[in-house]
């Protein structure tokens, strides 16, 4: 129940702001209230959800300075796992990688902004775990789970789509040849622009809005 919770989170069905009303969630979801019950206590205590009392659960809407220091982690965290990785990757986890973006190009094509969205997520931490600091890893996974909702909004543009799809082939060719360098400098560009549109949105009010009840 959790899974399928956090994905429609991930995904952007569940918006920054909005109510889940456990009710409906169940009859959606086909189980009982009381594992959607228990799903959203595990996601409040991870911050992808915000309880409050005699009103209940919502998606967490995050501030701007909440924002901004986790794109300040990730870029920290992210620049040690690059500079970690081996030189050059075994054919085998380079071909993931390349298979992970031809899947995404796909999926851009048809306008699948849901697969997307899940399969970037895939994409990127298939170079992550190339690197064997774990634990670092799953540290960066926690921050992307947080802004998720956020990200898939950054997908409806045209031009952040094509944007993305760019950089993800010049990450592929700095990762074939081994130049970590170019691949840390590549991410910060990638990590940036998604963090300056998404800043304009969230200061606009353009995706932190609650669903009327």
């Not at 840390?184 to 800043?199: F, I, K, P, V, Y």
Request: proline content about 4%; overall charge negative; glycine content about 6%.
């Amino acid at each position: 129940m959790i899974v399928e919770l956090r994905r429609m989170i991930s995904s952007g069905e569940l918006l920054p702001g909005q109510q889940i009303r456990q009710e409906f969630m169940a009859e959606q979801l086909g189980v009982s209230r009381l594992p959607v019950r228990e799903g959203l206590r595990q996601l409040a205590a991870d911050g992808l959800v915000s309880h409050v009392h005699n009103v209940g659960y919502t998606v967490t809407r995050l501030s701007q300075s909440e924002f901004d220091q986790i794109y300040l982690m990730r870029r920290l965290l992210e620049t040690e796992i690059i500079g970690s990785l081996p030189i050059p990757p075994t054919a085998e986890r380079l071909q993931q990688v390349i298979d992970l973006n031809d899947r995404i190009v796909a999926a851009a094509e048809r306008l699948d902004l849901v697969e997307m969205r899940l399969l970037n997520h895939e994409f990127h931490f298939a170079i992550f775990r190339l690197s064997g600091l774990k634990m670092v890893i799953d540290e960066i996974e926690r921050l992307w789970n947080w802004a998720a909702p956020y990200h898939s909004v950054y997908l409806v543009s045209p031009d952040s789509r094509r944007a993305v799809l760019e950089e993800h082939a010049a990450m592929i060719d700095a990762l074939s040849d081994g130049d970590n360098g170019r691949l840390a400098e590549l991410m910060d560009q990638h990590r940036h622009g998604s963090e300056t549109q998404l800043a304009l949105m969230l200061g606009g009010g353009a995706i932190a809005r609650p669903v009327p009840s």
